[in-house]
């Protein structure tokens, strides 16, 4: 960690990287609204046969949580382990984020929180198809919708 100190954990979880990988357009140097992202943990686990739940937590810079991933607990060796997710393009909207990272036992009890470990920001530099005010809402999925005209 920058600050040359003990990396973030317990006795059974320490964190050694988190990061966000964003898969940028060519020539653009901002995540925006249509940039795919990468979120990466590793982690080393100091326990033999851990029964391992980890829960990703996404929030606006208000606070609200915008979604949660998790999966079924997987079996851990003692050694490094990695997760990852993505988030595609087109889906959030413009706004700052922040991640929370939740590791959980198998039975649910809590064996580490990693609370805001990432701070991003996504701008709206994409196209705005004739729209120049703010989007409403957590998400802007780029979902298409239909008009039928019936006579």
């Not at 140097?29 to 326990?47: E, G, H, K, W």
């Amino acid at each position: 960690w920058p600050d040359g100190g003990e990396a973030p954990g317990n006795e059974i979880l320490r964190m050694s990287r988190v990061e966000i990988i964003p898969q940028l357009a060519e020539g653009k140097n901002q995540i925006d609204i249509s940039t795919p992202l990468t979120i990466r943990y590793r982690a080393y686990n100091q326990v033999a046969n851990l029964e391992l739940v980890s829960e990703m937590l996404l929030f606006n810079a208000a606070g609200e949580c915008i979604f949660v991933l998790t999966h079924e607990a997987v079996k851990c060796h003692k050694g490094y382990i990695e997760g990852e997710c993505s988030i595609p393009g087109n889906f959030l909207n413009d706004s700052s984020y922040f991640i929370n990272f939740h590791f959980f036992h198998a039975n649910r009890d809590t064996l580490f929180l990693f609370p805001e470990c990432l701070h991003f920001t996504v701008e709206d530099l994409a196209e705005k198809k004739g729209w120049y005010a703010k989007w409403w809402g957590a998400v802007r999925p780029s979902f298409p919708l239909k008009v039928i005209n019936v006579q």
